[in-house]
């Protein structure tokens, strides 16, 4: 029996990060974990991330772990896996608030970072049209426990549900900022520190950020200084739709990476 890995044909995983708008997911997750001190700390301690060779390389770091952990066989999302904790293991950063060093793979940062993963590749697909009813929504958060585990938590410590994820994200609230030594991800996009090859995106990298904002919850907006409006959600709803509608219109062959295609297949057979 083929290997298909921790989630498969029947998952509505596969259904639904293959979809091309998830990269505006992708981003904000990325800034829903810059809201968290001790996890913005951590990357900020260990990263030079505007450094060329560096922020590319991290990312693309994290571009193939995704892949792996999404589409990947158990061999290959326990190596991936393996290779994370070490990493996370190893690594400590400093807080100043407390006068604590702590460890990278401490459960509470690695949590906030899960939940702001699943929640924003969910917010941004169903916001986006990718047809999703409630009970998918729920079975989604579910199967990424197991996502949870590659990284080391235990997924009876995450949440399973989408109703339990929201009830997380509203706790963790008050401990939430973003951290006064932290360059603006707005003003970053406008720098972004491509490599050469990729140069001719870098005009289109401040319009995703700001997309990526616009698609945060209105108090996360205004955590980073931005305007936090009920305009600001209807736009980007509607870019997202947009966005998604117009996707839909290049061929398959063009518009799904080569392991989307392939579980597509699958999933057709």
């Known amino acids: 029996m083929e290997d298909l890995g921790l989630f498969g044909p029947e998952s509505v995983t596969w259904r639904v990060m293959g979809e091309p708008i998830l990269l505006v997911g992708g981003f904000r997750a990325l800034l829903i974990q810059g809201l968290h001190p001790r996890t913005m700390r951590g990357v900020l301690q260990n990263s030079a991330l505007m450094d060329p060779a560096e922020a590319w390389s991290r990312f693309m770091r994290t571009t193939e772990f ?103 994200i509203e706790a963790q609230r008050p401990g939430l900022r973003f951290v006064p030594e932290a360059a603006h991800p707005l003003r970053l996009s ?44 209807l736009w980007a709803t509607t870019t997202l739709r947009a966005l998604h509608t117009g996707l839909a219109l290049v061929p398959a062959g063009v518009r799904y990476s080569p392991d989307a295609r392939r579980a597509r297949r699958i999933m057709a057979a």
Do not use: N, Q
Request: proline share 8%; charged share 30%.
């Open 66 to 168: 995704v892949r792996v952990r999404t589409y990947g066989t158990r061999a290959e999302v326990e190596k991936a896996g393996r290779r994370v904790r070490k990493i996370h293991a190893k690594l400590t950063a400093y807080d100043p608030d407390t006068g604590e060093r702590f460890r990278l793979d401490e459960p509470d940062g690695l949590r906030w970072v899960h939940v702001g993963e699943v929640d924003s590749y969910l917010s941004v697909a169903r916001r986006a049209g990718v047809r999703l009813s409630d009970a998918d929504a729920d079975t989604f958060v579910a199967e990424w426990r197991r996502a949870a585990e590659v990284v080391g938590l235990d997924p009876a410590d995450v949440p399973g549900t989408v109703g339990e994820m929201r009830d997380y």
């Open 190 to 233: 406008l720098k972004a520190p491509l490599p050469r090859l990729l140069t001719p995106l870098k005009p289109a990298l401040p319009a995703l950020t700001l997309l990526a904002f616009a698609t945060l919850p209105r108090w996360a907006r205004r955590l980073y200084g931005l305007p936090a409006t009920p305009v600001g959600d």
